[in-house]
């Protein structure tokens, strides 16, 4: 297959990227327009690979769409081009309302005007697989409100409640993409997933950051009280999971992908904090690090998938378990101090985002 990967640069994109190029006898066209996230260096692996191919191209660009689909002749499409920083979407929402919507509309009309081109053995192979976020379905209900019950997970059918202005922007793309299948018969796929960490990733989520933060001696900044619930999962095994659904999904088919990983924030911190005074010791515990800060605006408690349909129907499972995978991407976070630093590059140096002024006038 000839598969176009939108986002390719970033944290997740380029772990598919790898996973294709180094596991399969596929092609990888990756579109990126290269933004602060999104970093060439991850793809280093396998950047001189016959089968990679790279087009800086912004997703809103309908002339460079049509141009890429035109000379590439894509077998199928998995679209992970997104701004997709809860907190950078609090302070700066028209960025996430431009890319994730009118760049997943606009990707969508392209990718249809190519599908509708194509011979009908070609057309009927065609797959667009839209990569999305569990954030879509709210938040779930919390063990303090839970007490014994027990606790439910988002499958497929919960209804979407997003909080956030990112979340917001992901489940109206969602929504573009079944559109596209209901009125038009385009052949779509959507996933949604939990919260991913790994090597790769960009140090404004939590994980790099506590661990860049820490090495550093700096606060490791924790908002609220930490008992934020998240379903953590692995890159990597995320990249064989979305693999397996772009070539062995049903067409009009949702796909959770979770890491079967419930974790308070605070929780992830403290095996940060242990992992480091096992593998770089210093004269305290790196948790003396550990402060508290006022927490997000309208910050969802608790996120956790039900991914048994994607083992039942695609025999995907995970392969690690958080602690494996942490460990690991401590690891990597060390022995990849150089990369950090560039993709840093100078325009974000791990300061706080996302705080709004409570205190406007009137108020």
């Known amino acids: 297959m000839k598969i176009i990967v939108t986002g390719g640069a970033g944290f997740i994109g380029s772990a598919v990227i790898r996973h294709i190029i180094e596991n399969t006898n596929d092609s990888v066209i990756n579109i990126d327009k290269l933004t602060y996230a999104g970093n060439l260096e991850s793809l280093n692996s396998i950047v001189n690979n016959e089968r990679y191919k790279f087009e800086q191209v912004d997703i809103c660009d309908r002339v460079a769409l049509d141009r890429v689909f035109a000379e590439h002749k894509p077998d199928a499409l998995m679209h992970l081009a997104a701004e997709s920083h809860v907190d950078r979407s609090i302070t700066g929402p028209a960025e996430f309302i431009e890319t994730n919507i009118v760049g ?3 990707l969508l009309e392209a990718a249809r005007e190519y599908w509708n081109s194509l011979i009908d053995s070609a057309k009927l192979a065609f797959r667009f697989h839209h990569i999305s976020t569990d954030e879509v379905y709210g938040d779930l209900p919390h063990p303090d409100e839970q ?12 209804s979407y409640a997003p909080s956030s202005p990112y979340s917001a922007s992901k489940a109206s793309s969602d929504h573009l993409v079944r559109a596209w299948l209901r009125t038009y018969g385009f052949p779509t796929i959507v996933t949604n997933c939990s919260n991913n960490y790994g090597p790769y990733h960009f140090p404004e989520k939590l994980i790099p950051l506590v661990i860049l933060n820490a090495l550093e001696g700096k606060k490791l900044p924790i908002y609220g ?6 379903d953590w999962l692995f890159v990597e095994d995320h990249a064989r999971a979305l693999y397996k659904v772009v070539t062995e999904g049903k067409i009009g088919e949702t796909y959770n992908i979770g890491g079967h990983n419930e974790k308070q924030n605070i929780e992830v911190v403290q095996t940060i904090c242990s992992i480091l005074d096992d593998l770089v010791p210093k004269d305290s515990p790196y ?31 995970p392969v690690e378990t958080f602690e494996t995978g942490l460990r690991k991407t401590v690891q990597w976070y060390l022995d990849n101090q150089t990369w950090c630093q560039n993709v840093q590059d100078g325009s974000y140096q791990r300061e706080r985002l996302g705080e709004i002024n409570m205190t406007a006038k009137g108020n």
């Not at 007490?147 to 919960?158: N, V």
């Open 104 to 106: 997943t509309y606009t």
């Open 147 to 158: 007490g014994s019950k027990a606790l439910p997970l988002f499958t497929e059918q919960t």
């Open 287 to 317: 948790s003396e690090l550990i402060t508290y800060v006022a927490d997000r605006p309208g910050h969802d408690r608790r996120y956790a998938i039900d991914s048994s349909k994607m083992s039942a129907e695609l025999n995907w499972t």
């Open 225 to 230: 009280k930490g008992d934020q619930i998240r």
